[in-house]
């Protein structure tokens, strides 16, 4: 969590403290100070004597954006919380004109906590704001946002189908705007698995690199994001002969389709991630060793673990 006084930079009393980049600090930061004049009308330093120094924290619970504002002693005042809507300017604008609101309800004369209210002490909803706030509000929001999400993110896994095997994984997703959905294309390569074939110590060493094309779906909890994918996948084999008097390479195509799971971490544009996918290989693929009627099929299926790192705009 990061915190900035905006007193000193905009002139308000306030202090913004977030745990999201979506929407960022400084956007929400920006969008107050916009408001401000909307409010009082006066100068910002004779904003400032009049209203007490208070504390406005936002992070995201699930898929809700939840403002909490407290009092200089650290005392719960206000709450609300806003549904996922438009782009991360959206919620920025949203934001501001939550605080700006309880800011206008507040007189310095009556010192760090809110007016009483009949309903009793305690967090509550405040009331709608001022006309003129919301239409500077809504004129933010209407401003065309071409803010997607994408994200690029390389990995180290292990690879088992006949035996294990080490590899990489280079990924690239791109969503839709405040949607989970998005497209995603994959690179995996690993070393060579060996396959037993013929003659001790005869062997086959292959291996395969694969590109894949799918859908990945994804739910937030907080910072957390977890991910689910399928794909297609065309694969390039490469067959060598180990062990024999004479070793022979070949190379191939396969074609197959894969499934799998990834719990990320996100802070600000990085986010560690770990996966478990799967691949199942379809075709009948088999290594003969020549000159004799020893010969070997491919395992079908693959199973991979994997840990990266991503970098870009997630949400």
Known sequence: MTSLALFSLFGTAVNLLTATDCPSQADVAAELARLEPAVQGSSPQEQA?????????????????????????????????????????????????????????????????????????????????????????????????????????????????????????????????????????GLVATSAHALALGPNPGQSRWSRAALGLGARNRVWLGNSAFDGHVDGSVAMIRLAGAGFGANYSQTGFDLGFGAGLRWAWVAARLAPFVALDGGVWPNQTFVTAVGTNTQARLPLFELRAAAGLSFGRFR
């Open 49 to 185: 004597q009049d209203r007490p120094r208070l504390s406005a924290e936002i992070r995201w619970v699930g898929e809700t954006l939840s403002i909490a504002l407290t009092t200089a002693e650290g005392t719960l005042a206000a709450e609300r919380t806003l549904a996922r809507s438009g782009s991360c300017l959206d919620m920025a604008a949203a934001s501001a004109v939550v605080i700006t609101a309880w800011e206008g309800e507040m007189r310095g004369d009556l010192g760090p906590e809110l007016p009483a209210s009949s309903e009793g002490a305690g967090p509550r909803n405040v009331s709608l704001p001022d006309p003129a706030i919301a239409a500077q509000a809504k004129s933010v929001a209407s401003t065309p946002q071409h803010a997607r999400p994408w994200e690029i993110g390389a990995s180290v896994l292990a690879s088992h189908e006949s035996d294990l095997a080490p590899g990489l994984m280079i990924d690239a997703q791109l969503g839709r705007p405040q949607s989970g959905l998005a497209a995603r294309l």
